[in-house]
């Protein structure tokens, strides 16, 4: 599986205490080129405190991560973080 950036941004709430956004999108292909999911940067921001995941779906399934190099290295050979959660039976 291969993870291309989509290139586009969706900008999120907005305000001074509390604001979410999403700026990075990914698709996610198989070996065909073929899309079978995609992975969005959350970010979420609490005043002081800045929270960054990757979430998103694999043929369905839902994926959550803390670093998109941990995403890509999932993809790549299966390398499960003990943070992340993912399938227990993937696709």
Known sequence: MKLISNKD???????????TYCPNTY???DASGAKIGE???HIRIRGPHRDIEWMGTIEGEFYKFQRLTD????????TVPPYAIVPKNPK
């Not at 995403?71 to 299966?78: C, P």
């Open 9 to 19: 941004g969706e900008a999120g709430r907005k305000d001074e205490t509390f604001a």
């Open 39 to 41: 992975f969005t940067q």
């Open 71 to 78: 995403v890509r290295a999932y993809l790549k050979d299966g």
């Open 27 to 29: 698709r996610v292909e």
